[in-house]
């Protein structure tokens, strides 16, 4: 299950985070309004979870925006007001579901599977081609014109993968760092250039196809020739 949390008080969003990865789950934590509707412009997910109150733009804004957007993913609120009108505002609003604060972190849980069971989302296909070569996301292996197979380390499918999902646009540098090594690593560019060099070479070992182009002072596109 891949979740954004979107959450500014940074002792509860951190602790969400790492309870729900020791679920096996995939989490993207942002603390602002604005970053969460980012995200959710550039990565697919099963379910975000959004702080009514945070900065930015508050988490009923960002849930009616990605509604008139055309976004049909899960939503669910996290907020302290427990007041009925508050709870059929949110609903009103377009979140799926609603949880007030403080709450037990099993009904979090329990609240996370329900969404998607209902959820309409389908993973997109599982092999991605482009320029030649196919992606098996579920095994996370490159397939090369030549039947030759890559298998993927985590970081380099999930920055491939990003990008694939967003072929023919530039994902900022800024989106890809915190997307694949969280709000909280301290990791540089230079980390990010690493795993961009070593895709490449993946890609086209004799550098000649140029489907990963960087954007300079911006960040990265996938696009074919």
């Given at each position: 299950?891949?979740?954004?949390?979107?959450?500014?008080?940074?002792?509860?969003?951190?602790?969400?985070?790492?309870?729900?990865?020791?679920?096996?789950?995939?989490?993207?934590?942002?603390?602002?309004?604005?970053?969460?509707l980012?995200?959710?412009?550039?990565s697919?997910?099963?379910?975000?979870?959004?702080?009514?109150?945070?900065?930015?733009?508050?988490?009923?804004?960002?849930?009616?925006?990605?509604?008139?957007q055309?976004?049909?993913?899960?939503?669910?609120l996290?907020t302290?007001?427990?007041?009925?009108e508050?709870?059929?505002?949110?609903?009103?609003?377009?979140?799926?579901?609603?949880?007030?604060?403080?709450?037990?972190?099993?009904?979090?849980?329990?609240?996370?599977?329900?969404?998607?069971?209902?959820?309409?989302?389908?993973?997109?296909?599982?092999?991605?081609?482009?320029?030649?070569?196919?992606?098996?996301r579920?095994?996370?292996?490159?397939?090369?014109?030549?039947?030759?197979?890559?298998?993927?380390?985590?970081?380099e499918?999930?920055?491939?993968?990003?990008?694939?999902?967003n072929?023919?646009?530039?994902?900022?540098?800024?989106?890809?760092?915190?997307?694949?090594?969280?709000?909280?690593?301290?990791?540089?560019?230079?980390?990010?250039?690493?795993?961009?060099?070593?895709?490449r070479?993946?890609?086209?070992?004799?550098?000649?196809n140029?489907?990963?182009?960087?954007?300079?002072?911006?960040?990265?596109?996938?696009?074919?020739?």
């Open positions: 299950m891949h979740i954004l949390l979107a959450e500014d008080d940074r002792r509860l969003g951190n602790l969400i985070q790492h309870m729900l990865q020791k679920e096996g789950m995939t989490v993207d934590w942002v603390v602002r309004g604005d970053t969460a980012e995200y959710a412009a550039y697919p997910y099963d379910v975000i979870i959004l702080d009514w109150m945070m900065p930015g733009q508050t988490g009923l804004a960002v849930c009616e925006q990605l509604r008139e055309g976004y049909h993913q899960a939503i669910l996290l302290a007001k427990d007041a009925v508050d709870r059929v505002l949110g609903l009103d609003t377009g979140a799926d579901d609603y949880l007030v604060k403080p709450f037990e972190f099993s009904e979090l849980l329990a609240r996370l599977r329900a969404l998607c069971r209902r959820s309409s989302h389908q993973l997109k296909e599982d092999v991605i081609e482009f320029g030649g070569l196919a992606l098996e579920t095994s996370r292996v490159l397939r090369q014109p030549d039947g030759n197979k890559i298998q993927l380390s985590g970081r499918f999930q920055i491939l993968d990003m990008l694939l999902q072929k023919g646009q530039v994902v900022p540098r800024e989106l890809i760092l915190d997307r694949v090594w969280g709000l909280e690593a301290e990791v540089t560019s230079n980390n990010l250039d690493a795993y961009v060099r070593l895709l070479k993946k890609i086209d070992p004799s550098g000649g140029g489907l990963l182009q960087t954007v300079r002072g911006i960040g990265y596109k996938l696009e074919e020739a």
